[in-house]
């Protein structure tokens, strides 16, 4: 547990080199990455289902990203980038295309559907946090 | 602000905003809205800018003719998006005056704000260990993880320049890594090739184009949108298929 919390740490932050994430914004990248890692982590160690898992960890993640966009005056992609990467099913497409290769196809279409299923979710946790960021946003406006 | 800017310095403002953010890699919809929001910061308050990742066009309402910037080279680089931000945000708030923030982008333009390339490198050299551990891999297998992404990453820096063909560039670069994985695996240096591919890949993912491409989608610019989609599948694409390519040599 402690080597997951320590690699999603520096993974997120070195992609936000990769990325050319301003000096000061590093950690906070990193914190971003670990806080969804360590959170999809856990709910598959709860043998929860790895979409909802993903789900959950892309929301968190567009969460804090903009709560530390609104903290630094920054733009959110910074943040929400370094977060999402480790959350990519860069293993699922590879077990899928290496099947692929292998005339395998009934496991390859099953497990590319499960990719695209994978992708879906983070999609839809970027999305769910950005309405609920607005339906706030509206909420504090209408009450002025 | 006694005096008010000339129009066309105005509208010149707007597209080297633009062009600066979108050649970065910053979302259309943030585009968009900084362009207008500088314009509205001068008293032009309408001002219409369509933003695609290949090209720019802005007009205001009047005689004034509309302007169209095209972009051709597109980068990754957080750090000018930040900057240019917060001119935009300086502007707002009426602490610089159009010919200071003209001066300014320019100098953004130019400059060289990347990290340099070797710590880029050794960046991916670090988070392809990284990601072999947590994807379950070995400890054993982590340097050999971050020879294969580090080599893997500078292949695709280097290509890169020398090609123009993205898609071309990724496959090489995945390729490589691909052999690098076979190798250390048959010659005993790692253990688990599966993992050490997947670990090395990621520096290569397109993660930057897949979260605009869905902020754009879900903002409603289609447009930009789906070709960032499709930008983000072509290079997924070439890096499945070029490891999938030594497998078939395999």
Redesign the interface.
């Known amino acids: 547990m402690l ?2 919390l320590f ?2 740490f ?2 997120s932050a ?2 936000g ?6 000096k000061k ?1 590093l950690m906070q990248c990193g914190f971003v990455g670990m806080t969804g ?1 360590l959170l999809y982590y856990g709910l598959v160690e709860y043998t929860i289902d790895s979409v909802i898992a993903t789900l959950a960890a892309a929301f968190v993640v567009a969460l804090i990203s903009q709560t530390f966009a609104k903290i630094y ?3 959110i ?2 943040f ?3 977060g ?3 959350l ?1 099913p ?2 699922l ?3 899928a ?2 099947h ?3 005339n395998d196809y009934s496991v390859a279409v099953q497990l590319a559907v499960k990719t695209c299923m994978l ?1 879906g979710a ?2 839809m946790g ?2 769910f946090s ?1 309405v609920m960021n607005q339906l706030v946003k509206k909420y504090n406006q209408n009450k002025h | 602000m006694g005096n008010q800017p000339k129009t066309s310095e105005v509208i010149e403002l707007c597209m080297l905003a633009g062009r600066i953010m979108m050649e970065s ?3 259309t919809y ?1 585009v968009e809205d900084t362009m207008t929001r500088i314009a509205a910061s001068f008293g032009i308050d309408h001002s219409h800018s369509f933003v695609t990742p290949t090209g720019i066009i802005f007009s205001i309402d009047g005689d004034d003719p509309s302007k169209f910037n095209r972009i051709s080279k597109r980068s ?7 900057a240019v ?2 001119i935009s ?1 300086q502007i707002s708030n009426v602490e610089i005056t159009a010919r200071e923030a003209l001066i300014e982008l320019r100098r953004i333009e130019r400059a060289n ?3 340099p390339i070797w ?2 490198i050794f ?2 050299f ?2 392809s ?3 072999l ?3 379950q891999g070995r400890w054993d297998d982590f340097i050999p993880a971050c020879v294969a992404g580090g080599i893997g ?1 500078s292949c695709l820096i280097y290509l890169h320049r020398l090609l123009e063909i993205k898609f071309f560039a990724e496959f090489l670069s995945s390729f490589i890594i691909g052999l690098l994985a076979f190798l250390f695996v048959h010659t005993g240096i790692g253990n688990e090739v ?1 993992k050490i ?2 670990g090395s ?3 290569l ?1 397109p ?2 184009l ?3 491409a ?2 754009d989608l ?1 903002a409603g610019h289609l447009v930009s949108g789906i070709s960032k989609g499709a930008d983000a599948s072509l290079t ?1 694409f070439a890096i ?1 298929s070029g ?2 390519a030594v ?2 040599f395999y």
């Not at chain 1, 080199?17 to 301003?22: E, G, Q, R, S």
């Not at chain 2, 680089?77 to 930040?82: E, G, I, M, P, S």
């Open positions: 080597a997951q690699t999603s520096i993974a070195a992609f080199v990769i990325f050319n994430v301003p914004s890692w005056k920054t733009p992609i910074i929400n980038v370094s999402i990467i480790p990519v860069g293993g497409a590879y077990d295309m290496r692929f290769v292998s992708s983070i999609a970027l999305v950005e | 890699g910053a979302e943030r990754t680089d957080l750090k000018k998006v930040t931000n917060s945000r704000l990347a990290y710590l880029q960046a991916a670090i988070s260990g990284c990601f551990i947590m994807f990453f599966d591919i997947i890949v990621m520096p993912v993660g930057l897949i979260t605009n869905v902020r879900m997924a499945g490891i999938a497998f078939s």
